[in-house]
């Protein structure tokens, strides 16, 4: 777990050595700027190396891009070539992106994301790492939007793996600050129900 969690933080230990104008750019990059990008996996291991980090880690580093139907970067590896650990962290990493990429207006919300990951993206991932991820996350991860039944809106703030269509939501209301705002649980609020992601 340690390394897997060391693996996480550092997997984009590469972008130190990509200049901003490409990593920050907003734009479509070109095909040259695409690939100076996709450099950072091998600088993060050049670097990890340097000081010293665990292999595992490093692998994580080097293959958090890779994709189990070999059409990842950098060197195009499928299924059981890749990494137990780096297949986890390219789901996660994927996910991340899908919410928050670069240019703020093609982000994608939590709901969305997951439902592109698995009906369209699948055959890219770890199956059993995919499926543990729904299901911690549920239908509607933690951030989404909702619309509830009463027409309320409301965030998701945590998932109910026993009943993932009624996760924890905190109710927005402009009148009321955030501390003060009601929470429902909506395993029990049976008569609430989602009817929406935003």
């Known amino acids: 777990g340690r390394l897997l969690g060391v693996g996480a933080m550092l997997h984009d230990l590469g972008h130190v050595d990509i200049p901003d104008k490409v990593l920050k750019k907003r734009d479509a990059l070109t095909r040259a700027e695409q690939e100076l990008r996709n450099l950072h996996c091998e600088y993060g291991l050049k670097r990890g190396a340097q000081i010293g980090l665990d292999p595992a880690v490093l692998r994580i580093i080097g293959q958090h891009h890779e994709q189990v139907d070999g059409s990842g970067f950098p060197k195009g590896l499928k299924g059981e070539q890749i990494d137990p650990l780096a297949r986890i962290v390219a789901i996660v990493n994927h996910y991340d992106s899908l919410c928050n990429p670069v240019d703020i207006t093609k982000a994608l919300t939590p709901h969305e994301a997951l439902s592109l990951m698995f009906a369209q993206r699948r055959a890219k991932f770890d199956a059993h790492a995919l499926q543990v991820l729904v299901r911690r996350l549920g ?12 027409d309320a809106i409301a965030m998701v703030t945590s998932v109910n793996s026993r009943s993932p269509l009624r996760p924890w939501v905190v109710v927005y209301d402009p009148n009321i600050p955030k501390d003060e705002a009601m929470m429902l649980d909506l395993e029990h609020e049976t008569q609430i129900n989602i009817s929406k992601a935003l």
């Open 139 to 150: 239908v509607y991860p933690p951030g989404s939007v909702v619309v509830l039944s009463n």
